[in-house]
């Protein structure tokens, strides 16, 4: 059964700091790795992918793989109360099918 | 500006009464997604088309069926709800099925049974 993994939270930080979430996934074999933001209510919204290892930046947020590790994490800098959502780790199975975690609830207190 | 719409973004039904929910997307991608998602789950892959081929997940209940006429269009159609069938139901896309390509996902449609 492949699976992927997310500490459930809440994870809660103050603004202005760091968030850093992670996700680690069991199949070895996968090649790619989305996050998707979720408001209260709200449908998934893709904000970042990474298919090699190393780091990836994209304005406040960057994306770290780590394929030896099986290990993916998303740091958001500068972290604002409207980042607060539940963060969703996603890796790409062999075809094209999303094997999601459960989402990792962020809240950034003012 | 391209996107996934689906209708109605809530919907309540009686316990046993058939219920059909749509999604259109103006991306023109291949692949068109249903998902379940509960209160605090990962979204449920129900099953996808490829263009006009159907693929459904092997856990998917026979009371969901799905209908894709064109390239824009694909349907959710639960035969008999139950109550257990309240959920979020995500539609989504992409390019194509293949390991790599995004999914994007429509704003969902909140399914109440009563």
């Known amino acids: 059964q492949k699976e992927v993994e997310q500490n459930s939270g809440p994870l809660s930080v103050p603004e202005g700091a760091i968030a850093s979430l992670n996700c680690t996934y069991s199949d070895r074999g996968s090649q790619s790795f989305f996050w998707y933001r979720q408001y209260s209510g709200k449908s998934p919204e893709l904000i970042m992918f990474i298919y090699s290892n190393g780091d990836k930046e994209d304005g406040r947020f960057t994306a770290q793989l780590n394929k030896a590790s099986q290990y993916v994490s998303l740091l958001i800098r500068d972290s604002q109360p409207s980042d607060s959502a539940t963060y969703l780790c996603a890796v790409g199975g062999s075809q094209g099918n999303l094997i999601f975690g459960k989402g990792t609830k962020l809240s950034v207190k003012p | 500006d391209a996107m996934v719409i689906q209708n109605p973004r809530y919907q309540v039904t009686q316990f046993g009464k058939p219920v059909t929910l749509s999604c259109s997307q103006t991306?023109?991608?291949?692949?068109m997604y249903w998902y379940q998602q509960k209160s605090s789950q990962a979204p449920k892959l129900l099953f996808h088309?490829?263009?006009?081929?159907?693929?459904n997940e092997a856990d998917t209940p026979d009371n969901f069926q799905s209908r894709r006429p064109n390239t824009s269009f694909c349907f959710l159609d639960i035969r008999s709800p139950g109550l257990g069938d309240a959920a979020m139901y995500l539609c989504?896309?992409?390019?194509?099925?293949?390991?790599?390509?995004?999914?994007?996902f429509g704003p969902g449609t909140r399914l109440t049974v009563t």
């Open positions: 989504a896309t992409s390019r194509e099925y293949l390991a790599g390509y995004e999914q994007y």
């Open positions: 088309y490829y263009d006009k081929d159907f693929n």
């Open positions: 991306l023109n991608h291949n692949v």
